[in-house]
Nanobody, 119 residues
Framework: VQLQASGGGLVQPGGSLRLSCTASGSKFRFNNMGWYRQAPGKERELVAAITLGLSTNYADSVKGRFTISRVIATNTVYLQMDSLEPEDTAVYYC??????????????WGQGTLVTVSS
């Protein structure tokens, strides 16, 4: 399974970006998909997650500004980021995790895409 993330770039404060991540190599429907980020000198943190039932969870710092969504049929997860702030600057990683019907855990990561918020 490979997760391919895209959509990062340079944006001014207050601007928007949309990240995409598509899983290939499997038609398995992942229990959870989400986005993490890691800023320079900081630990990786969960930004947003979405379940197979489309329940969502957000970090407090992005609530009301970011929206996560997924297309189950194509194993794609999106992160719409609005009202971006310099503090959102980080490498963003997509992640797919859960357990199979046989209770075997899985945890797949994308390669990361850089988001820079700067004037």
């Amino acid at each position: 399974v490979q997760l391919q993330a895209s959509g990062g770039g340079l944006v001014q404060p207050g601007g928007s970006l949309r990240l995409s991540c598509t899983a290939s190599g499997s038609k398995f429907r992942f229990n959870n998909m989400g986005w993490y980020r890691q800023a320079p000198g900081k630990e990786r943190e969960l930004v947003a997650a979405i379940t197979l039932g489309l329940s969502t969870n957000y970090a407090d710092s992005v609530k009301g500004r970011f929206t996560i969504s997924r297309v189950i049929a194509t194993n794609t997860v999106y992160l719409q980021m609005d009202s971006l702030e310099p503090e959102d600057t980080a490498v963003y990683y997509c992640n797919a995790w859960g357990t199979t019907i046989a209770s075997i855990p899985y945890d797949y990561w994308g390669q990361g895409t850089l988001v820079t918020v700067s004037s």
